[in-house]
């Protein structure tokens, strides 16, 4: 069992950065690929960013490539994305999520994320 505490989210003008982090407890956390992946007002949840379990892959969402950056601590059980750039249409509630069998073809994919966290609202001003 994995549970995830999102922090950082804010509000921001536009063009400036915020820095999110989930804190992770259980103990096999290092095993998990992580992503971020958020949802805006009568939108569907969407995927941002995510990363394999032991840091080496990385993947964006087209919209935040070059913007965003994704890291995790398996020592400190932490996962964090650094956002600059900010833009007003990444206001959303941004959601970190676990899984254990998330591969490269299916990272996108919310469902094959087994643990979330209550997220954190990011709103980005223009």
């Known amino acids: 069992q994995v549970r995830l505490v999102e922090s950082g989210g804010g509000v921001v003008q536009a063009g400036g950065s915020l820095r999110l982090s989930c804190a992770a407890s259980?103990?096999?956390?290092?095993?998990?690929?992580m992503g971020w992946f958020r949802q805006a007002p009568g939108k569907e949840r969407e995927f941002v960013a995510a990363?394999?379990?032991?840091?080496?892959?990385?993947y964006y969402a087209d919209s935040v490539k070059g913007r965003f950056t994704i890291s995790k601590d398996n020592v400190k059980n932490t996962v964090s994305m650094e956002m600059n750039s900010l833009k007003p249409e990444d206001t959303a509630v941004y959601y970190c999520a676990a899984g254990d069998r998330v591969t490269s073809a299916d990272v996108t994919t919310a469902d094959e994320y087994d643990f979330w966290g209550q997220g954190t609202q990011v709103t980005v001003s223009s």
């Open positions: 259980g103990p096999t956390f290092s095993r998990y690929g």
């Open positions: 990363i394999s379990w032991r840091g080496g892959f990385k």
